[in-house]
């Protein structure tokens, strides 16, 4: 684990031509003015137990290609991104850069992580592997295949604009009724107007994830996002208003709308 794979952005091969990124297109947005300031840490070190299917969801088909690399190459995409980090399980590194990496033609270097027990351990262990000197990290779920480049751009762009932030999440808002129910029995109806659902990616500025990490560790605290570790240490998030498109595929019925979805794209 930890070898770097790819090339160097800006950087082209003799078969770029033949083999282009097989991505939907999305809107490319401007880079930043200094270059790129970001690296993706994409997670896909989970067993995928509730899909229920042995291979683990990140490898499953989504319209021809292992549902993970959809992920990965909305990254190799986004102007702002310069290196990619690929938390995965450590026996399945060599899956990952045959079936996965080797599938793509990509433009951005690519290092492999080792995945932890937890989700939180995972993360810790890419961004362990992200380079000091880009300011901005851009945490996402292997299991969001169909981010778009385009709110890629927009949530990084929010943490760039404003250097009070500790970052910024994709979100969409609550539309359902919310209940709030102990055993079987109602106690109260919120207002869902304060309610939104948490996406990926979720940007960072390095230095505050690391010490967020740092402080939970410390404290064995086990937190349900990225975002809500940095929340706990003061640091201030912004919600990005994302798209129902960006789901994660938990179930197999998850599947088959990402795959109605994505072929819809590449039909447009």
């Keep these: 684990m930890g070898a770097v794979r790819g090339r160097a952005a800006g950087e082209k091969g003799a078969d770029d031509a033949a083999s282009p990124c097989p991505c939907a297109c999305a809107e490319r947005v401007g880079a930043p003015a200094d270059g790129p300031d970001t690296c993706a840490i994409v997670v896909a070190g989970g067993s995928g137990e509730r899909f229920g299917d042995p291979r683990g969801k990140q490898f499953v088909d989504l319209v021809g290609l292992p549902l993970m690399c959809w992920s990965v190459a909305a990254f190799d995409r986004a102007p702002s991104v310069a290196r990619i980090v690929v938390v995965c399980a450590p026996e399945r590194a060599a899956e990952v850069e045959r079936d ?48 778009e480049t385009e709110l890629v751009e927009r949530v990084i762009a929010a943490v760039r604009a404003d250097e009070t932030l500790g970052g910024a999440i994709l979100a969409t808002r609550c539309t359902d009724t919310l209940k709030l129910v102990e055993g079987t029995q109602i106690v109260a109806t919120p207002d869902r107007s304060f309610y939104w659902a948490a996406q990926t990616p979720q940007v960072f500025r390095r230095r505050v994830l690391l010490a967020a990490h740092k402080a939970a560790e410390h404290e064995e605290y086990q937190g349900t996002d990225d975002a809500s570790l940095v929340e706990r240490v003061g640091g201030r998030v912004r919600v990005v208003e994302s798209t129902r498109d960006n789901l994660k595929v938990t179930v197999p019925e998850d599947l088959a709308i990402a795959e109605a979805t994505l072929e819809r794209r590449l039909l447009m």
């Design 100 to 147: 996965v990496l080797g599938r793509l033609s990509l433009a951005k270097p690519v290092t492999l992580a080792p995945s932890g027990p937890t989700r939180q351990a995972s993360v810790r262990s890419g961004l362990d592997a992200t380079p000091r000197g880009l300011d901005l990290v851009a945490v996402h779920d292997a299991a969001r295949p169909l981010v």
